[in-house]
């Protein structure tokens, strides 16, 4: 299993071996637990504007099918290899199995920053991708939905190109498209909402009032420009922000409405203001109430872990905190842990009812879904600190082996073909 070798599935395997050791599952059923179904490669080739043709390279890792269809996000980044979306797909897989989802997971991807593509060129690849992918996946299969580098137009052209090859439209296909075209209301909010709801339910637990508490966000894409504003609705102060292009720190408190009008019209963090820029590589470091790093995986290793100046650390990103890091957290007692296949797991619910309603053609108001959302979330909140209680373990491990165990017990209960 070579292929998916490098830092980031390195520690997706990490984390699985200390749940696997942790549930003492045998050496020799955690090959099948960890290693994913099928990893399907896929070569792009595009017109440029200037008349070129260029070739893009293309992923798609499935973990498993055992519970249903599998699941999951695209990422259009430079930093996109296999190893990478193999890892993703695996935390996909505890993720829905933690909030009681019948998928499998999975993820993909293109090595491409997309910032360097026209709308042309962006539209091009990404309809190419999908008719690329168009054998290995479908609405009982394997359902696409948007992460890092794309959206909701991304989502749209996917959905519109599988629909051409079948004849029909078929809405199913991916989930995290614009309302116009079956998606469903509060799905892009849905991450970032549920980062808030949760960070709100970790501060009930230790006694943090959130009207007056502080906040730095790292990342402000769909989940953490929402995270902010969620965050700032219920009366938390940001009083740092970073994206790849800037970082803003005053403690003074930021206008999250500006910072959202200037993203919106530049795309962007870079050019808000020239006063609050501050060192990126110590945003982390800022002493705040609620520390939400949404950006990329890997940004908190054991000196950053060390470091940190937070009372809730709510993980909106996928994977941003090492297996080392978290062995400095578990000595650590003032930080409030919100594992990330706990704390934006908001997401994937929202897809799930996006999905669950394209099938029925019977479509949810928006605050339907946010009550249903916040539901699933307090139920998977709840059994991750009772499990942690009771096992005197962290809450990343609790969540971790509810995940690992749900997976486990259905293919126990399924056996092994033929
Ligand atoms: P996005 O592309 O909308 O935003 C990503 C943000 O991170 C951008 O602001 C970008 O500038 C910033 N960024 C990138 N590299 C950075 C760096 N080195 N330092 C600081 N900022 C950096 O992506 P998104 O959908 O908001 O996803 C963010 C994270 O949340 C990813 O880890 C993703 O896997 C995870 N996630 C997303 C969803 C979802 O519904 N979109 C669901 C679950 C988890």
Redesign the pocket.
């Given at each position: 299993m070579d292929i998916y070798a490098g830092p980031v599935f390195d520690m997706a395997r990490t984390q699985f071996h200390r749940i696997a050791d942790h549930l003492d599952i045998p050496l020799d059923e955690r090959d099948r637990l960890l290693y994913p179904k099928r990893a399907i490669t896929v070569a792009c080739p595009i017109h440029r504007d200037d008349g070129k043709t260029a070739v893009f390279q293309g992923y798609r890792v499935q973990h498993h099918l055992t519970l249903g269809p599998t699941k999951g996000?695209t990422?259009f980044s430079p930093s996109v290899d296999i190893g990478e979306v193999g890892a993703?797909a695996v935390w996909m897989s505890w993720k829905c199995a933690l909030a009681g989802l019948p998928y499998g997971g999975a993820k993909g991807g293109i090595t491409v920053d997309p910032h360097a593509l026209s709308r042309r060129e962006l539209e091009a690849l990404s309809r190419r991708y999908m008719q690329e992918m168009i054998p290995f996946v479908g609405p009982h299969t394997d359902v696409m939905?948007?992460?890092?580098?794309t959206?909701e137009q991304v989502m749209a052209w996917f959905m519109d190109t599988y629909s051409m090859y079948q004849g029909q439209t078929v809405t199913e296909i991916v989930t995290?498209k614009p309302i116009a075209t079956g998606g469903t209301l509060g799905r892009k909010e849905?991450?970032g909402r549920g980062v808030a709801y949760l960070a709100e339910r970790a501060a009930q637990r230790i006694g943090l009032k959130l009207a007056g508490a502080t906040a730095v966000v790292?990342?402000?894409?769909?989940?953490?420009s929402i995270a902010a504003a969620s965050l700032a609705e219920r009366g938390v102060t940001l009083i740092g922000v970073?994206?790849?292009?800037a970082c803003y720190v005053d403690r003074r408190g930021m206008d999250v409405a500006a910072l959202l009008k200037h993203v919106g019209e530049r795309g962007?963090?870079a050019g808000f203001s020239n006063e609050l820029s501050a060192d990126?590589t110590e945003l982390l470091a800022t002493p705040c109430d609620i520390l939400v790093p949404?950006?990329?995986?890997r940004?908190i290793d054991a000196a950053v872990a060390a470091r940190l100046q937070c009372r809730v650390l709510a993980e909106?990103?996928?994977g941003p905190t090492t297996p080392d890091a978290d062995e400095v957290l578990d000595q650590r007692k003032d930080i409030f842990v919100l594992p990330d296949i706990l704390c934006?797991a908001g997401?994937?619910i929202v897809s799930y009812f996006e999905w669950i309603q394209d099938l029925q053609q019977f479509f949810w108001d928006e605050a339907e879904v946010n009550d249903r959302l916040y539901r699933v979330l307090q139920r998977a909140f709840v059994g991750v600190l009772d499990r942690a209680a009771r096992e005197g373990v962290s809450h990343r491990t609790a969540a971790m082996a509810i995940g690992v165990a749900k997976v486990r017990d259905a293919k126990v209960a399924r056996g092994l073909f033929p």
């Open positions: 996000g990422r993703l939905a948007p992460d890092m580098g959206n995290g849905a991450t790292q990342g402000f894409g769909n989940v953490g970073s994206d790849h292009t962007v963090l990126p949404a950006a990329v995986e940004v909106a990103a996928n934006n997401g994937v």
